[in-house]
């Protein structure tokens, strides 16, 4: 995918459907989540390995454009960049696929805070250039 | 609530929150349907009754901004307003409250199509008329 | 309903709902919990202020028993009561009604344990006790 | 795993947790329900080839025993088995380990039903032999 280095797969759960016959739209925020865990895992040594710095991050802004809809048991790949990142902010921007097909777009916005204070604070170094080296490696 | 006619109450239940000890952000994409669900059933006799003459709603797009965290056993009101009603399409507009301080924020965008092709299709003037009168009674 | 002094209402959402139409079964599992909370606040000060002691209640074993499927928009009656105190151990008992035709039923088990250690301990002599009038009221 | 031989891997989201700082018990029930589909695409042609026969399955009964907690962004290994397969009952037997460790064991208990009516039926004979072949594999 133009732009994107870096993608993650989702198969549709019977739990995530409704009485529509489609995938619930907010099963997708969910996975929007689910690459972004996979995305640190691959590129920042795994988000559970950030809140053990004592930092997490708080999801601030969401917006999803569903394109078609997706149905029981297909495979979705979401298509991840990290964009953005400055001080305690940074953003994802997503593309989920169905075959090459685009199903849904968006992006998510973040604040790194503290775990036990939830206040924001920068994001570290290590993790900046870590996603930075991600980044730019997408080319 | 300026500009807003109705409102409905949530109260955030143990399932919708997550480890970071707060109400997960997908929770919300659910609550605003759930304020959608009670708007139709005070203005326009309920999206069964809707669902029951054939045609359905889908979500095509929806953007939430988190101003402030939510906690367990929180009641949240959710201010909903229906807008942009032209052919098939219309959209809601958001403003989630806890004790009078904005919690979130966003909109939400909708296709009406027929239950079975999922083929858009104007919203019938009955129910575009009801959701006219609802919003013109907020002023 | 026989035996039980509590109930509480649900209104079933659409992001509860599957593709087969119907709520889906995991559902009940959170009404469960919803009922819990409120038989709580009823009987107790509320689930809150029990963490608020510092302890809370793992959840051991669940079994439900569908006996009748449900539907988008359909308001269910949770019947619950509290048995079986003993220790740090205590259950419940659920019978899930739609206009008086039973849907599901079933029980949980739990402990209460210690929110920092999440080790068992006694389950306190006055949330014992409240349980205890609350049961008994019920005859 | 003794008298198991299909398992499939889970991984637990952060959407699955809840504030106690595990994954909520509710979640299991669904992750069941990941592992049925799992089991019936490796051994019966998928849940979806099932429904697109005309039928599907209902669940008339869940049993789920907590003996450890799971936390976020583990990966459990559910094992599963289809038993008591009689007319359109059957059910399948489950045990849920981290490493080697019991996590959750339970069942569920299933009644097979035509999709558009929701009236039971014979699980038909293609079906009951493909699993019959599956379990006698085990040894």
């Not at 759960?13 to 995938?23: L, M, N, P, S």
């Not at 920042?44 to 802004?61: K, M, N, Q, V």
């Not at 078609?68 to 953003?91: I, K, N, P």
């Amino acid at each position: 995918m133009d732009g994107f280095s870096f993608s993650t797969d989702v198969r549709i759960r019977f739990a995530e459907t409704d009485a529509q016959g489609i995938a619930h739209h907010a099963s997708f925020v969910v996975w929007l989540e689910v690459a972004r865990v996979a995305y640190l895992e691959r590129n920042a040594g795994g988000y559970r390995a950030i809140r053990e710095h004592g930092i997490e991050a708080l999801t601030t802004e969401v917006l999803v454009r569903y394109h078609r809809a997706a149905y029981f048991d297909e495979t979705l790949t979401v298509w991840t960049r990290c964009t953005d990142l400055r001080g305690a902010r940074f953003s994802y921007e997503y593309r989920i696929e169905r075959a090459g097909e685009l199903v849904v777009d968006g992006y998510t916005r973040h604040a790194m805070v503290d775990r036990e204070t939830h206040r924001p604070t920068r994001v570290p170094s290590w993790l900046a250039d870590a996603i930075a080296t991600a980044e730019a490696s997408d080319s």
